[in-house]
């Protein structure tokens, strides 16, 4: 060989040891090749960095190919590395990641501790028999169920603040910034609605002195959430639960680091360890999202007034705060980017837009937020919110809207990003929320690991459920905590479980929509029985004019059977109602046990016990009086 081709070749050796030496992990990659990406997709998502080359985009990549043939003896790509130690390619690393083994080569001493801690399993000799990370419903539920039985048990809580520094109490986001003060909030707004209709029932002095203060609204809020945290952490106490008020990471197997407020660190291992971690709201990554816009986090405890507020999102959390806020008398817009209540019965969903448009809230349909600036800083200050909204025509449009508050509810994501799972061999997935795939017993990949609540896979759970709820979160962790140690064998039953949304209006519903149940039993196998009605207490309320025969409800029905599969309700005080035909449900209720029922009258709740109209025959659905 001419000694210029062996200088090459020495060169391009040196070359090739340089990238496997200089990199932790070092990927030998061709930019089409299908497998050299997934393999990169795993480790980005796995939180693990790593450095590519592409070979064929490269004027010596076919050398350094060569190179790496005579070196590994594998002829094709990726050709990974980790720590200077060859892997192999896509699968071999993916294993190796599962496994463990890459975690171990990258950080040592931790795998060091991970197999002390193995050889530790057989002597039982960790610090607790049940951690559970996040202490809000699923967690609190877990936790003390466990202790119950007799177990040792220590509950880690930590709240990271808001953007805007807002942070909270132990409870979770149910207590704290979710369903209580959102339900007393929405409970100010129906108060709101009561004055109005104090004057037709002879109260008027009670609507001439109608005013809401935000101050006096969040005081009383507030301070009744600071007295169930107190509740909350008194209990554990009183129980023999360990709470640590520190923030939980994995560093191998069965070990934590817990983090407290001061930074000081100090570790612990359980011999079960369960992941209650719940989410947190996502924002749109829009320029001046984070600085001068608030999510759900912030809302309930916000220290002034949020004056006229833009709602971006339009599920769940957006149109109940738009509600209430609209109820207490603040000027309210919505932007819709798609449709209302995705995965809900859109019957239902067109029905609550219409009453929240009827009362004076606006959307803006097809409408994205694309840039949010401040005009005047203040407590409220003037916002202008920029956006993109997609025309009837197709025709796209830019525009703003001003306002005092920008309230993002566009979704959350589960907090699984620093918790270390990669440490331990578990991979999340960016796509859904960050979410843990669980299997139905909760357990997760590694027989000592479980996960449950708002931070599990949905995709576990039946097609179309919404299933991020604090009673499914509770039940789950109970369950789960008397498989573990009982010998109890039940499951978390994910079916029928009711939701009510607390728009100004409520929606209470259980089972199919009706387009889930035309996918599942073929429109032909499917009855729907449906009626309008006045509730009672609003017919003689002259401010209701225009909504009060909006209240409806729904029942689907499986022909074959006589079951219903599906059961909604919109009227005042749906959620009460709705809690109470659950268990006829569950128990599998047919049209003619609904028609057996005696109603009580003058309810609501009675239109579902004489609901003869079928949507089918096209007969006339209103209904007043007896
Ligand atoms: P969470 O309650 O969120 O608890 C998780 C806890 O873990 C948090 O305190 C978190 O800070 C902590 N944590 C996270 N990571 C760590 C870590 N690494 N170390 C230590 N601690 C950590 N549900 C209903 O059923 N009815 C309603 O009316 C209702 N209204 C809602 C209104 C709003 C505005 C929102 C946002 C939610 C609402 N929900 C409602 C949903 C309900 O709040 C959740 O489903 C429920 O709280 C989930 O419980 P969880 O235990 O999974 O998580
Ligand atoms: P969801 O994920 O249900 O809804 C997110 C909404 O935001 C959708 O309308 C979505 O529109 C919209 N959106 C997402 N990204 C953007 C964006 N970039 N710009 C504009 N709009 C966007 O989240 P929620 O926070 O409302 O609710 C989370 C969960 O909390 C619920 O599933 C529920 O289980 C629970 N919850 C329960 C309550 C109750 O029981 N009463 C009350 C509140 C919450 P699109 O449809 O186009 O994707």
Redesign the pocket.
């Known amino acids: 060989m001419p000694p210029t081709k062996d200088a090459d070749k020495k060169s391009i050796a040196e070359l090739v040891d340089k990238y496997i030496n200089d990199n932790n992990v070092m990927i030998f990659s061709k930019s089409w090749c299908p497998f050299c990406k997934k393999i990169k997709q795993a480790l980005t998502s796995a939180n693990i960095d790593f450095y590519s080359i592409e070979l064929d985009q490269m004027d010596n990549g076919e050398l350094i190919l060569n190179e790496l043939i005579n070196k590994t003896k594998q002829e094709t790509v990726p050709n990974i590395f980790i720590k200077k130690e060859h892997i192999g390619g896509c699968d071999k690393t993916l294993e190796a990641m599962k496994s463990g083994r890459v975690a171990a080569l990258l950080n040592p001493t931790e795998s060091k501790m991970k197999h002390q801690k193995t050889d530790n399993d057989h002597l039982d000799s960790y610090d607790y028999d049940l951690i559970v990370i996040g202490g809000g419903s699923g967690g609190l539920a877990c936790s003390k169920e466990a202790q119950s039985l007799g177990k040792k048990v220590c509950v880690l809580d930590f709240v990271k603040p808001t953007p805007i520094g807002t942070t909270w109490g132990l409870g979770g986001t149910c207590v704290n910034v979710g369903c209580i003060p ?1 339900k007393l909030m929405h409970q100010a707004s129906l108060i709101g609605e009561y004055v109005n209709d104090s004057i037709d029932y002879g109260w008027s002095k009670l609507e001439q002195a109608r005013q809401h203060d935000w101050s006096k609204m969040i005081g009383s809020i507030q301070s009744y959430i600071r007295s169930l945290n107190f509740k909350y952490r008194t209990d554990l106490r009183s129980k023999g639960v360990v709470y640590e008020n520190s923030y939980g990471q994995f560093i191998s197997p069965h070990r934590l680091k817990l983090t407290d407020k001061k930074g000081q660190t100090k570790e612990i291992t359980g011999k079960n360890i369960v992941v209650a971690i719940g989410g947190r709201p996502k924002y ?1 990554d829009i320029e001046g999202d984070k600085k001068y816009g608030i999510t759900s986090d912030d809302l309930f405890s916000l220290e002034y007034d949020p004056g006229k507020t833009i709602v ?7 149109l ?1 705060c738009a509600g209430f806020l609209h109820g207490i008398g603040r000027q309210v817009h919505i ?1 819709v ?3 209302l209540l ?1 995965g809900f019965d859109q019957q239902m969903a067109t029905r609550i837009g219409d009453y929240m448009s009827a009362i004076g809230i606006q959307f803006h349909q097809q409408t ?2 694309i840039r949010l600036e401040c005009l005047e800083e203040g407590k409220p200050g003037k916002l202008r919110l920029h956006y993109r909204q997609t025309l009837e025509s197709g025709e796209i449009y830019e525009s703003y809207e001003d306002c005092n508050t920008v309230l993002f ?4 994501e589960a907090c699984t990003h620093d918790l270390n799972l990669n440490k331990i061999g578990i991979h999340i997935n960016k796509t859904n929320s960050f979410k843990i795939k669980t299997k139905q017993e909760q357990s997760i990949d590694v027989p000592w690991l479980y996960a449950i609540g708002d931070c599990v896979d949905e995709q576990n759970m039946p097609p179309g459920k ?4 604090t009673p499914v979160a509770i039940q789950a962790g109970q369950l789960l905590a008397r498989r573990l140690f009982s010998n109890s064998t039940i499951m978390m039953d994910y079916y029928n479980v009711p ?4 728009t100004p209006i409520e929606y209470g519903a259980i089972g199919y929509s009706e387009e889930d149940a035309i996918t599942q039993f073929h429109q032909e196998n499917i009855e729907v029985y449906h009626s309008e009605f006045v509730p009672l207490e609003w017919s003689i309320c002259h401010h209701r004019e225009n909504v009060k025969t909006m209240s409806y409800c729904k029942l689907i029905v499986d022909k074959k059977t006589d079951r219903v599969i599906g059961f909604h309700v919109l009227s005042p005080n749906a959620g009460e109602i709705t809690q109470g035909y659950t268990v006829a449900m569950r128990l599998g209720a047919t049209k003619h046990d609904f028609d057996m029922t005696v109603g009580i009258h003058p309810t609501c709740s009675e239109n579902l016990t004489t609901i003869s109209v079928t949507k089918s025959s096209g007969d006339a659905v209103s209904k007043e009086g007896c």
């Open positions: 959102k749109p971006v999102g339009a599920s769940y959390v957006a109940e932007f980017r798609s449709i995705r994205i937020p509810a566009i979704g959350r919404m299933l991020e709820l939701t009510t949304v607390f």
